[in-house]
């Protein structure tokens, strides 16, 4: 690989902006702080080995979207008169000989878990500086108190948008390509309906979900409307195409005030409050924030009922659909993700992290601070009392009861009645040999894995004998701290209402039909 140091002029001082997921040049903190305090910028991403190796943790459709968005910041920068600039290797070791020469190495500073916190902590110390602009808070007293005002002074503050005009763009030749490292790694997307990724795409969707954003509340629910309903932003806030600021201020500026608007923001604000849960504790990937809910399940793990979960082979109409459905496309509704991780705890009773991690795995938004906090809170193990499990088979009825999704995913039940899609298993035999539909046979649908009514009851069972310490350990500050709770139970609550968060009161409050 080429040098990522072009030649300076005397008295010329250089800077690089690592890009790692916020893929745009606009309201970017890091690439405005270079702009005003260097002369010469190198724009750099660095394709981390880490990430593409075996399994990968992504799946190979996110890796195309993020190799679309880096051809995109490519041409954003080209449109300032330079380029982005691609290098291999590990970003700490690629990014320490730039700063050995003397050079500044800035970069977004964003909350991290796992891998990427000990990458950036090594960077850190080998001097990359890290600029906060995120909107999140980082005080050392960690409290939330007037965290939503703080927010929203970010989300209608000032954007950092960089005067590039204002430094020397430069662009050395290192001989790595968006086509050299598909080669190398053998990137070969599988999925289908994944858009395309980069800015241009996003302004496009954000664009165009403003114009029909009346319709936004009726099509939130369904896994029907809502892949065309929704805004279809999370992709390219994830790889930060677009900040979520941008999102608000557009959607503020273009949008009718009312239910639609306010329902939208509010989402974004959610957005804002489980990248906080990240910040405040990077834990939420490993372990159950609250202490007398780690382990649970962790004696029952089944690797078929696990399997059957994964393939969407349960024998549950609504979460095979939903689970095929993730792995062909990448992407889920908030419900359908709701529902299929309570099954999976509740009803299955699996351990947490791997369904997350298959989650985190084939979802194309994949945002580490959202879906290992959601799955968390979805599971119960935040210890709450708002704890909401859902029943596939009332999901059946109230978003898809022609089955019209269901048989889009599910082609065994394509002749099936729709009176019967929410208990195949219960259609008499003469209605199957009538509509050619076979139940529990070998290759056709399955029965269900497990009977939905005493799976659940053992559930509660369970969870309810150790509620009450879990309870208990929410009103300890450091635990309260950690699941970004400023007053125990009662800080969850007054959050949750006001953030989704924990058991997404809002939500509920919104859509009113959980069971
Ligand atoms: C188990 C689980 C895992 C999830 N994992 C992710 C994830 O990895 N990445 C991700 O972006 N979203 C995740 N979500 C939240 C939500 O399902 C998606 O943000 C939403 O479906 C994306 O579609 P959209 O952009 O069209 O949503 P819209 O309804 O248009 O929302 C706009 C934006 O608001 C934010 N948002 C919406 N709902 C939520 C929410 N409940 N919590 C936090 N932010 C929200 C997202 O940034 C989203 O892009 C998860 C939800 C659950 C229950």
Not at 98 to 126: C, F, H, M
Not at 288 to 309: I, K, M
Not at 346 to 373: C, K, M
Not at 462 to 483: F, H, M, Q, S, T
Request: net charge negative; aromatic share 10%.
């Amino acid at each position: 690989m080429g040098s990522l140091l072009p030649d300076l002029a005397e008295g010329e001082s250089g800077a690089v902006v690592w890009h790692r997921e916020h893929l745009r040049t606009a309201d970017h903190p890091a690439v405005a702080a270079a702009a005003e305090r260097a002369d010469v910028l190198v724009p750099v991403f660095a394709f981390d080995p880490a990430f593409y190796a075996g399994d990968g943790l992504a799946c190979d459709s996110r890796v195309r979207f993020l190799h679309d968005c880096l051809d995109d910041l490519d041409r954003q920068y080209a449109a300032a008169g330079g380029g982005l600039t691609l290098a291999h290797g590990d970003p700490v070791e690629v990014l320490g000989s730039v700063l050995d020469a003397g050079w500044e190495v800035l970069a977004a500073r964003s909350p991290t878990g796992r891998y990427g916190k000990r990458r950036d902590e090594r960077a850190r110390e080998a001097g990359v500086a890290f600029v906060a602009g995120d909107g999140l808070v980082r005080d050392t007293d960690r409290t939330r108190e007037n965290w939503q005002e703080r927010v929203t002074d970010w989300f209608t503050g000032e954007r950092y948008d960089p005067d590039l005009g204002a430094v020397r763009l430069a662009t050395p030749e290192t001989g790595v390509s968006v086509e050299s490292i598909e080669r190398r790694y053998d990137v070969t997307p599988e999925k289908e309906q994944v858009p395309t990724g980069g800015r241009a795409a996003a302004l496009e969707r954000l664009e165009g979900f403003v114009d029909d954003i009346a319709s936004y509340p009726g099509s939130i629910s369904s896994p029907l409307d809502a892949r065309e309903g929704t805004s279809g932003l999370s992709p390219y806030l994830a790889f930060g195409c677009l900040s979520v600021r941008e999102a608000y201020q557009h959607v503020h500026a273009s949008a009718p005030e009312g239910r639609a608007r306010e329902m939208f923001t509010s989402r974004l604000y959610w957005n804002r409050h489980y990248e906080q849960k990240l910040a405040d504790w990077p834990g939420w990937l490993d372990e159950a924030v609250n202490p007398e809910l780690r382990g649970f399940n962790r004696e029952r793990h089944d690797p078929e009922l696990v399997a059957a979960w994964k393939r969407g082979e349960t024998g549950y109409p609504m979460v095979d659909a939903a689970m095929r459905c993730l792995a062909a496309t990448g992407w889920l509704n908030f419900r359908m993700r709701a529902m299929c991780v309570s099954f999976y705890f509740h009803v299955l009773q699996q351990p947490w992290r791997v369904g997350a991690d298959w989650f985190y795995h084939h979802l194309v938004d994949a945002e580490a601070s959202i879906n290992y906090t959601q799955w968390q809170s979805q599971c119960g193990l935040v210890g709450t009392p708002t704890l909401r499990v859902y029943n596939p088979r009332k999901q059946v009825r109230d978003q898809d009861p022609e089955g019209e999704w269901i048989r889009r995913w599910v082609p065994e039940l394509e002749g099936l009645p729709a009176e019967h899609l929410d208990r195949p298993e219960r259609t008499p035999l003469s209605v199957q040999q009538e509509c050619g539909v076979r139940v529990g046979e070998d290759g056709d649908f399955p029965r269900p894995v497990v009977e939905y009514e005493p799976a659940v009851e053992e559930f509660w069972r369970r969870y309810d004998a150790v509620k009450p310490a879990a309870a208990a350990r929410l009103g300890e500050a450091e635990i309260a701290r950690r699941a970004s709770l400023s007053g125990g139970i009662e800080g969850a609550e007054r959050i949750a209402a006001e953030h989704g968060g924990e058991g997404d009161a809002a939500e509920q409050a919104d859509l009113a039909a959980f069971e």
